[in-house]
């Protein structure tokens, strides 16, 4: 039974720890705030389903899932991208079980009902008499998923018909999008399959951990240090700017102790370099000039990360996007894609590619370390100890990294509120306010169903 409220004073007394910028560890693995979190977070935020490189003709298909909501993309006939609960509507199942492949016609595995690309019911085995008398299919069509858009390539949804445009969601996120997926003229595209896996962890600390947490990159990525990957400097991960956004959305753009990169334009091709400089803003190529790391997210469980890797000589850039999805308090199915600008020459896509799996996804050593450290949050988080609610500041865990000692930036060039460092915890902050303020509204579905 889902608790529908939290009650008023626990709220109250989140909030105040989250003004002196604490948050209680209970509440990531608490179960009742789970079940509030997918219809109230879940329930009304836009989330990323694939990206438009992945449907390449009429008829391409990926099934995809929205926490609990499974979902099939179509390209329909029309080549227009449509989402549908990926469910028949005779019984309920699971309507296609591939991950991906092409196809006119869906048949259902159960009793054989068959939907076309725009999600009509087109055929039921015996014919519509057997119902006694003629069952109109039109009204047993499948359902479409209540919004769909996309936005530089990225293809999104969101359960809740009301929620303001994908567009509007962005905000400013979207003139960083127009920064990493639009530099070239092609665009970027997705290569491999989404790799996913399931780890021990909850999407809010894997969440902050990309998207706001570049302070963790000395200690639990030490041993790219020790290889000599990484610079010894313990605040090399740190020089650049932290830029919070409305929604909780944010980035960091990290650079260097000299605010340059180690490479101009993250190492991509020199042969591209005039394409870019066409494509984008000057605040935006100075931005992508001296940017090393760009890793950020788009909340709520939304992250990627654009980093250079190699050594010299044969340094690659690719940009990783990744989905957590929650399977429950302590779990998350992690989706993780590959990106490329299209307009690169195939040896340096392969190289990054190569890049990549050895750094993120299941072979890769930086995603392992992660993954430690994740599975120990959520473990810790359940101890007596830390749901004791009464209990002060024995449970909490500290946000308070530029808090008080961090000024906004007003020079930085590009949108959304940016402070001087990537040491610090504002975005983080801002993303567990803004979790409290969804997990306190109740979403137009359980408003409905009152
Ligand atoms: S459940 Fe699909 S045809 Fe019966
Ligand atoms: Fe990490």
Known sequence: ????????????????????????????????????????????????????????????????????????????????????????????????????????????????????????????????????????????????????????????????????????????????????????????????????????????????????????????????????????????????????????????VITSKTGRSRAKYQGMPESMWPMFERNLSSEQRDILERVTVFVGGVYPNLSFVSPIHGTEGYLHNYLNFRVWRPLGPDKVEVWCWFLIDKNAPKEYKDNAYKGYLGSFGPTGTLEQDDTETWARIVEVSGATMMRNKELNYNNVSNYLMGFSNVEVDHTFTGPGVAYPTTYCDALSRRMHEHWLDLLTKPSRVEEASR
């Open 1 to 252: 039974m889902i608790k529908r409220e939290i009650d008023s004073k626990l709220v109250q007394q989140l909030k105040d720890k989250m003004k002196e910028g604490l948050l209680p560890q209970w509440v990531i693995t608490d179960p009742d705030i789970y079940e509030l979190e997918r219809e109230r977070i879940f329930g009304k935020t836009w989330q990323f389903l694939c990206h438009e490189t992945e449907l390449k003709e009429a008829g391409s298909f990926v099934t995809r899932w929205m926490v609990n909501d499974p979902v099939l993309i179509v390209k329909d006939r029309k080549e227009k991208i449509k989402a549908y609960l990926n469910s028949c509507t005779h019984r309920g199942t699971q309507l296609c079980t591939a991950d991906r492949g092409k196809k006119k016609t869906f048949t259902c595995p159960y009793h054989g009902w068959s939907y076309n690309l725009d999600g009509e019911l087109v055929g039921i085995v015996a014919g519509n008499k057997v119902y006694g008398e003629e069952m109109c299919k039109d009204e047993w069509g499948l359902r479409e998923i209540p919004q769909v858009a996309s936005y530089r390539g990225m293809v999104f949804g969101c359960l809740d018909p009301h929620a303001e445009p994908l567009e509007d969601y962005l905000g400013d996120m979207k003139w960083y999008f127009d920064l990493m997926l639009g530099r070239s003229d092609d665009g970027m595209e997705v290569i491999g399959l989404p790799q996913r896996w399931i780890a021990k962890a909850n999407w809010k600390s894997t969440a902050e951990n990309f998207a706001a947490d570049p302070y963790h990159v000395q200690t639990t990525h030490r041993s790219t240090v020790e290889m000599g990957i990484s610079p010894e400097d313990p605040l090399y991960a740190g020089y650049g700017h932290q830029v919070v956004m409305d929604n909780a959305h944010g980035i960091n």
